[in-house]
């Protein structure tokens, strides 16, 4: 088993810096998660990772303790020979092939015994239940099951890495939950290192150890989840991470007569819950997720007036949208409180942990 | 970028894709580009037998004769003006017919609730695999007069009625018969194009209130316009290269075209003035695809493949079912199964002009040389006339080959392009694989000529050999190729063969294992349009064949020079059949299907 380390690694597209001088160094063992919008450089990155591409303008990458790319010292080792395993998007299970064939095509290339190949044909397909399909051609089995078939014909190679490219983005919903369940089970099981590619923060959330965001070819964090979802590094982070989106309120922060701080923007004073330890009279945006407000009856002491603009039910909890003047803000509610459009009601923030960007947009509370 | 060399060899091992794209850059630089240059040169020097017609020079000087003569001399009016005149009305005109019966007969088998469209689809796509010169020969047979001298035809000696010149020969009758060799290439683009169109987009247009013929006149046609236009540049630039109709219609009375005449100047050992005039030819066959180009590059995205929902309901043909299906019948008739039987019994007739039962012989198939049967040719009959036999040979052998070349080939400059996509190695290769597009066959084959009549370097004088055909044939054809392998290629996602690199498979394991084996069928429907191509071509080759290298159709033009119809007729018969056999065998055994080729 073995770690990775990307150092410095520049790969453009004309003059489209996909990533750009991305240093990362991800443990042995470690489930990590690649996570960014669509173009923001993860796939590039796996990929370069694998050796299907490869940095063009400078970088290296290593695999445990072996240099698998370096432009400064001309390595470049062979995607076959850096003992990784790649998952693609689509599965690229070949059609023509059984199931069988498509997990032994590796073995054969390495021109195994034909009794070898069997039997490790058949461990690897019981460990991921598949072994009655293995017959059946790739068009004949349902997604999720394409899906275990494109990971055992990675892992009957027995890869120190398994790179897995959005592997559940191809399945319904209630697939991808099982799914989830699979995929947190096997890195237990085989103990491998796993570098994950999704767009999709729950996915990143719920099975990572570690991930990273990435925007514009650039890391925005390297952290533990719920360290990216409580502690956003930047504005980005915090926009792009959580559901409903964090409410984003960019004004001036202010003290009060009385020593405590508040956020002004359009005339609304949004009173801060935290004494702070930097000076007023600055520009800086607050994030406040919407488990992090309350809706009061109106004219509450302490809240701001605000009115009802939608309703959102989404089953365990309620989305309000509600407008402050004219700032918007989501609210997570936690019961049904019967609210009407146009309804008068309250806000009022309800714990203390606040986001408070500066005019660079970094975290610095 | 600097990277040191060992580096770059590291990653060249992974991409075969950069030698090869390498290796075809050099072949297609050597093939396209250089004769085109050759060429050009070749319009400013003196040829040996023309320092004759230019006084006080010798063989190899540089003069400007050529062009003054072309463009300025005094007859330059009918040996250039003219024919180009001609060559422009004319292409235009079968332009426009071929648009004009091939998507009418796509609406009809696309749009409507025609019955046996299956049947039409078929019977439709014949013209097009026929060489395109046979509707000329049967229209000769058929509608010829005693006016320009010859025996009877077929028409006059049923009816007594003599027709009239511009009714047997010249512009008239080519026009029609190159229309109605050339429509199916606009009922397949066209059809397909219909075909494409996704039904929501007419369905949003019904559900807002207008009427099938609002539908047809502000959705449909504005979708296929594009398509429409690029057919009519498409069949433009095809006539403008044609050979073997003008030369049988035209020439009786003088009717000549570019293409007719290029010939006659390089035949009679003018080549100065043959090599400008294939100049102009690329020249307009170059403007022609770069309009196309233009127009389907802004509009390309408008006709796209959508899998979902189907095709909108069928317009009903109602009280004119009967007699539409009925007249298209009879037309597909008219153009596919009579001009064969024409020409068929053309062959079986011992005096020609004569159609009496007791005048049927079968001397021009099996009976011996003879100065005194029939048309007394000398020549023995078509099925032990050894002459004719190897020129049959000599096609098949050439079809075989060219199919195997461009199918080999196109595939492996299609996935090149592929896989290298977003290069400036891609673009290149791209570009100059579909310039034997752009260059009318008859300019393609004085290319050739020019470039490998004498030894030019490591390469000695090809000029009456077999190689020498294949090699433009394979490259004329290269173009259709390419795009089948492109598409071919383009349908295996990457990831397919990047699953294999991952795999540690070698670059002819990936592509013995996992391409080849996905696009198996798409593979040998490309083998048989390059050997039916072959199989009838004229123009490209008439330039390039000698007495040893006649080809099958070639030599049609030689009985037919001396008016020995009965031989040229039967060689088309053989011709035709070998196409028509060879494209069924295919179908059955290889579930090939041609229509998707033609449409390039």
Known sequence: MSGIRLLGVTRSFGSVRAVDDFTLEIPNGAFATLLGPSGCGKTTTLRMIAGLDSPNEGGEIWIGERCVFSTEKAVFVHPAKRKLGLVFQSYALWPHLTVFENIAFGLQIQKLAKSAIQRRVEAIASLLHIGELLGRYPSELSGGQQQRVAIARVLVMEPEVLLLDEPLSNLDAKLRMDMRAELKRLHTETGSTIVYVTHDQMEALTLSTHVAVMHKGKLQQWAAPMEVYNRPANLFTADFIGNPRINLIEGILRSAPDGSFYLEKEGVAFPLPVRLPVSTQVKATLGLRAEDLEITPSQTPGSLPATVYSVLPAGAEWYIRVQVKDIFLTVTTYQDMGLQNDSKVGIRIKSDRIKLFDSEGNLFL | ?600
């Open chain 2, 1 to 600: 970028m600097n990277l040191p060399f060992l580096f770059r060899r590291a990653r060249s091992r992974l991409n075969p894709e950069s030698v090869l794209s390498f290796v075809f850059m050099l072949f297609l630089a050597y093939v396209v580009v250089l004769p085109l240059f050759v060429m050009v040169r070749e319009t400013f020097i003196v040829h040996p037998m023309e320092r004759f017609q230019i006084p006080g020079s010798k063989a190899g000087d540089y003069t400007l004769a050529h062009w003054l003569k072309v463009l300025t001399g005094e007859l330059a009016w009918g040996a250039f003006y003219k024919p180009l005149i001609n060559t422009l009305i004319v292409s235009s005109l079968i332009s426009f017919l071929s648009l004009l019966i091939g998507g009418g007969l796509a609406w009809l088998v696309v749009r409507t609730d025609l019955p046996w469209k299956k049947l039409v689809s078929n019977l439709a796509i014949i013209p097009y695999i026929m060489p395109s010169w046979s509707l000329a020969l049967a229209w000769i047979t058929l509608f010829k007069n005693q006016r320009v001298g010859g025996s009877l035809g077929l028409f006059e000696y049923l009816t007594g009625i003599s027709l009239p010149n511009w009714f047997s020969y010249g512009m008239f009758p080519i026009v029609i018969t190159l229309s109605l060799h050339y429509f199916p290439f606009s009922f397949m683009l066209i059809g397909g194009a219909l075909r494409n169109i996704d039904s929501q987009l007419e369905e949003s247009a019904e559900l807002l209130g207008a009427n099938r013929q609002q539908i047809l006149r502000k959705i449909v046609f504005p979708l296929v316009a594009p398509i429409i236009f690029s057919s009519f540049l498409l069949t433009f630039s095809r006539g403008i290269g044609t050979f073997g109709t003008p030369a049988f219609l035209g020439g009786p009375v003088r009717f000549y075209m570019l293409s007719t005449m290029l010939y006659a100047n390089i035949v009679g050992q003018r080549p100065g003035l043959g090599y400008i005039i294939t100049l102009v030819m690329i020249l307009f066959g170059a403007l022609v695809l770069y309009m196309d180009q233009r127009m389907l590059g802004e509009r390309k995205s408008f006709v796209t493949i959508s899998g979902k929902g189907g095709m909108s309901a069928p317009f009903h043909l109602g009280s004119a079912r009967t007699v539409v299906t009925l007249s298209v019948l009879v037309f597909l008739f008219l153009v596919t199964v009579i001009p064969f039987f024409i020409l068929a019994i053309e062959s079986f007739m011992l005096f020609p002009g004569n159609y009496s039962l007791s005048n049927l012989s079968l001397h021009y198939w099996i009976g011996p040389a003879s100065q005194t049967i029939g048309i007394g040719s000398s020549e023995a009959g078509i099925l032990r006339n050894a002459a004719i036999l190897k020129a049959l040979w000599n096609s098949v052998q050439l079809g075989i080959l060219v199919a195997l070349i461009c199918g080999i080939g196109g595939s492996l400059i299609g996935y090149t392009i592929v896989r290298t996509r977003g290069t400036w190695k891609c673009s290149l290769l791209d570009q100059l694989s579909f310039i034997p597009y752009l260059i009318p066959s008859i300019g393609f084959g004085a290319i050739f000529l020019a470039l490998f009549a004498v030894p030019r370097g490591p390469i000695p004088s090809l000029y009456g050999t077999l190689t020498l055909l294949v090699l433009a044939a394979s490259v004329k054809y290269l173009p259709y190729s390419t795009r089948a392998g492109k598409g071919a290629i383009l349908q295996i996602g990457p990831e397919l063969e990047e699953a294999a690199i991952m795999s540690g498979a070698p670059w002819v394991t990936r592509i013995g294992r996992i391409i080849f084996p996905l696009q198996k069928a798409a593979f040998f429907s490309g083998l048989l349009l390059p050997f039916i191509s072959a199989m009838r071509e004229l123009s490209l080759v008439v330039l390039l064949a000698t007495p040893g290298t006649d080809l099958a159709t070639t030599i049609t033009v030689k009985f037919t020079d001396r008016g020995w119809y009965p031989y040229t007729n039967g060689i088309m018969v053989l011709i035709v059949l070998t196409i028509l056999l060879i494209t069924a065998v295919s179908r059955k055994l290889m579930k090939t299907d041609l229509a998707k080729g033609i449409g390039g």
